[in-house]
């Protein structure tokens, strides 16, 4: 892997200490990080680089899944670390951080490879884009690459501005868009699943399958993210990313060849596929909901109404289902149902394949193939046998596979090294992003009018009744 140098655009945060510094030190461990190595960590405040080895120290020991014990020579490690204090908005401080980043370069021998990491709030991404450009730091004689966090936009016109702003500093094969979806290690298998067994990829369309549900429900309620998630809700925070995600790579055709770009262009195909949701039969495609008071775990918590930062008359929507249609040739008919909010029965994200029967027999289950991705990584497949200890009664049977998921490396781990070598096959390319955002808009835009009846149900609930009702229309339920 090349030298390079690593710079970190909030360094200080939340992100940073969770996941980055945690992630770094797993990939040494494993010897994956380059030879060279070196990262300067940017935020407003004045550190010294020992306070900040120090807080990065802290970070590893608290978050990482391994201890620092584990290496011989965590000082080395933590040497890499340097910190510059750095205000977004002053371009004379990116003028300081260019004169930094080339006296590390030529004191350590560095070629000029500079992967800029964007960890903070996405208010800050366009500012810190042009500055990159002006101070001249993003003009290399090695490699420039780009990391971003998410969000990208909050609506169509803004995602569009977001990336003709990039574009200025930054070629699209130099952006890496962050969607940790994409690092976890059961979706980055999806394709090997659905197109390297013979098998599967034989009935992967139209003719076999009924229905594809994907479910992404999770137990927290809004936590002490208020201020962000009021202003975004389950629309923005999952499902234009990650839930597109995971039905662009479920819905996509093999690709020609194993390339980020192959890969990109049939998930791209889809998204071009995808049927616009007609505005006047909305409430055919998409449900809505909000999470009310309710018991979990044998404990009352609050409604999203009653949560501290979010006001008694807030419309924000904590659910989503949605059914999806594909007008190609290989899922005419065939929807695509996707669900998630928050304070559901349980932390669960899966994709639920629904093969067709030839003839409905009572005493007969659907043939599924559920691919479970958190919390614990699954492949299972339910077949009719007839049971020998029931009278030979037909009873469905699990064929599974299970991963131990604690030894695997976590998605940040995996994005952050993928990024470091250039491969940008598990990372949103614009194409992606611009036409999730085109399928969300009209949502989006009726969710603010509040043309859409907003369902309540009750924490420690699967949702609405009418998500149940949007797939007892087609004859199907949730699995
Ligand atoms: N936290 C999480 O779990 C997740 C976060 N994300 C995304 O990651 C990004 C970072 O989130 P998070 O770490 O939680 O945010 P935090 O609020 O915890 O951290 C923000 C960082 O930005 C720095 N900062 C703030 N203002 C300025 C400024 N004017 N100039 C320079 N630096 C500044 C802060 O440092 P200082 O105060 O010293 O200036 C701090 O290091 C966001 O885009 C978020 O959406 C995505 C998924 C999960
Ligand atoms: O990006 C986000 O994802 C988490 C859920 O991620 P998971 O890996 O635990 O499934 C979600 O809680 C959060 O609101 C959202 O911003």
Redesign the pocket.
Known sequence: MDAMTFVLFGATGDLAKRKIYPALYNLFLDEKLPSSFSLIGLGRREISNTNFQKHVEESIQTFSRRSLYESEDIKGFLQAFRYESLDVNQLGDYERLRAAVEELETEMNLPQNRMFYLSVAPDFFEMIAINLHKSGLSSTSGWKRLIIE?PFGRDLASARHLNATLSRAFEETEIFRID??LG?PMVQNLEALEFGNPVLKALWNKEFISNVQIT?S?T?GVED?AGY?DQSGVIR??VQ??MMQLFMMTAMQPPASNSPEEIRKEKSKVMEALRTVPKEEMADYIVRGQYESGEMNGHQVPGYTEEHGVSSDSMNNTFMAARLLVDNPYWEGVPFYIRTG?RMTE?S?KIVIEFKQEHKQENLSPNLLVITI?PNESVTLTLNSKNPLNDGKIEPIHIGHSTKTEEVPE?YERLIFDAMKGDATFFAHWNEVELSWKWIQPILEAFDKNALALHKYPAGSMGPDAAEELLKKDGFNWW
């Open positions: 998410k940790h979806y976890k992404a999770e927290v993210r998630y925070d999952m990313n990650h928050k932390k994200t958190n998605a």
